[in-house]
């Protein structure tokens, strides 16, 4: 039985980034500090901690945002779950909690990076959860210690949840959701982590194709509405902007 809490206490939050470090391998230049999980506690942000019994096994690390106009946002900056606990619905558990906190709070859009050849977050992000992406970001946190990055530059994704939205509601609790016409696609393959470590020059020859793609389209006006992923690869599907929110 995981249960989702939020985080307040310090030591709590020094687990968070004790765990954060075994998650992603970073040496302390990269590592989120203890002292930025104690602000986001104090300026509206959301310090959410996933535990099996007196284990934390995930986290989320939620800080508030305003875009232009003043329209209140919370830019998910970093979420974890332990290998151990990986595939067993934590990071959903965790994210359906930041939703229900955000729209509790009057907040109706929750934004986050993610890395665009990682085709399992990706069909995570966009299929299970209801999230758009319109914006990718060339390099966005430079070239990291992260063993999960192996030295290749951060491209980005931007993840648009509205979770105001009743589309995102159907997608939630099992329905489905009626998708726009498709006009492109972008394909990333599936073994593109293995890649990474024993090809890196083909790794970054893809990362560079895929980059460009996506620029391309966002110029475009195109969005990403959905994901479709096989043994061999992972596909972005992509519509013309703007199309209905109802959010």
Known sequence: MIEIHELT??????????LQKEIWGFQDIDLLPLRLFVVATKIGGQVLGAYDGNRMV?????????KPGGMAYMHSHMMGVDAEYRNRGVGRLLKLQQRVDCLQR?????EWTFDPLEVKNAFFNIE????????YVLNQ???TTSELNAGMPTDRCVAEWHIADPRVALILDGSGAPRPEIVARIEVP??????????QPKAREIQKRVSEQFLKCFRN?????GFERSEESGTYLLAKWPF???A
Not at 58 to 66: D, R, Y
Not at 190 to 199: E, K, M, P, V, Y
Not at 221 to 225: E, R
Request: with cysteine; proline share 4%.
């Open 9 to 18: 206490e310090l030591p709590d939050l020094a687990e968070a980034v004790r």
């Open 58 to 66: 995930g986290f989320c690390l939620g800080i508030p945002g305003v």
């Open 106 to 110: 009057g907040i109706q859009l929750i």
């Open 128 to 135: 299970r959860l209801g999230a758009y992406v319109r914006r």
């Open 141 to 143: 946190y430079g070239v």
């Open 190 to 199: 599936a073994n593109i982590g293995t890649l990474r470590r024993t090809d």
């Open 221 to 225: 006006d195109l969005a990403v509405v």
């Open 244 to 246: 209905e929110l109802n």
